[in-house]
């Protein structure tokens, strides 16, 4: 028998399950989740739902954790459930198995097909191929199977991102692991008694974004980031072609004067992000990141 989805999530359904490993499971999931971290949790829309959490802390905890063996969860799980030829087929996979942010560019069947930098994957699954969309950011546990495809392993996610051509070749560069990621997704940013931060402005058009921009470097006197928005777009669309909106910010940081707080900082990146987003992007016929996604969210 070939290694499949239905092995696999035998696998992951005793690694939950099974009584040896509660302790284990224990320890792993305060790991996970920073339970020694008192800050409020936030989580992403989506994301915070236990089911969400608990499929992400499973692909975790199967192929991340060390038992005191040194050996993974799944790994003991494969031992437990199969013998022979399923057992060897089913370890080497299981060993393979890789965490990614990789960009969707295309879905075929019930096949999605990722990019990582110069790698490709395939990945075959009807669950992803009927909810996964093209040209959006997938962070997933990926099994590899022995006929040169993919498995998708417990928790993954499709994030709302769309990227350029220069962010999509220098992907391979900004991966993380699920701890980061997870650690992303609560945004984690303020103390337990400090109130939340409001909301980052999201403007409609890039007209719109650029007065609010302006309106703020004025009242703070920042005259190196007031610029007429063909400027702004100019400058944002450069950036599209290389490493993305990381060198953007360290360019428009630059123009700051003084010394500023760390709130001020922070504003001024999300006026910056509600720039990028406004913007057209070219090699996208022209649409905006907040078009993209809205016409994702229609879809």
């Not at 499971?25 to 305060?30: D, F, L, T």
Request: aromatic share 10%; glycine share 8%.
């Amino acid at each position: 028998m070939a290694f499949n989805q239905g092995l696999l999530e035998a696998i992951v359904e005793w690694c939950r399950t099974k009584p040896e490993l509660e302790a284990a499971r224990r320890e792993a999931r305060s790991h996970f989740f920073g339970d020694e971290d008192e800050r409020p949790v936030e989580y992403w829309p989506g994301t915070g739902e236990f089911a969400s959490r608990e499929r992400r802390f499973l692909g975790y905890f199967s192929f991340n954790w060390k038992l005191p063996s040194g050996e993974q969860p799944a790994e003991v799980a494969v031992k437990r459930l199969y013998q022979g030829e399923v057992q060897a087929e089913a370890l080497a996979s299981i060993r393979g198995a890789r965490f990614v942010f990789a960009y969707s560019t295309g879905i075929t069947g019930r096949s999605v097909y990722l990019e990582l930098g110069e790698e490709g994957f395939e990945v075959r699954s009807a669950q992803w191929a009927a909810n996964l969309h093209h040209d959006r950011v997938v962070v997933a546990y990926l099994i590899p199977v022995r006929h040169g495809f993919w498995l998708p392993g417990p928790g993954w996610a499709e994030l709302p991102f769309t990227l350029g051509e220069g962010m999509r070749a220098n992907l391979a560069e900004q991966q993380i692991d699920p701890i980061a990621f997870e650690r992303m997704l609560q945004h984690r940013s303020r103390a337990p008694d400090e109130l939340p931060r409001p909301k980052p402005p999201r403007d409609d058009d890039l007209d719109a974004a650029v007065a609010r921009m302006t309106a703020w470097a004025r009242d703070h006197a920042q005259g190196g980031v007031i610029m007429a928005t063909d400027e702004w777009e100019a400058l944002v669309q450069e950036h599209f072609e290389d490493r993305g909106v990381t060198e953007l910010v360290q360019v428009v940081f630059s123009r700051l004067v003084g010394r500023l707080a760390d709130d001020d900082l922070q504003n001024v990146a999300d006026l910056l992000m509600n720039i990028w987003n406004n913007t057209p992007q070219p090699d996208r016929g022209g649409r905006t990141a907040n078009q993209m996604e809205r016409q994702a969210r229609e879809s």
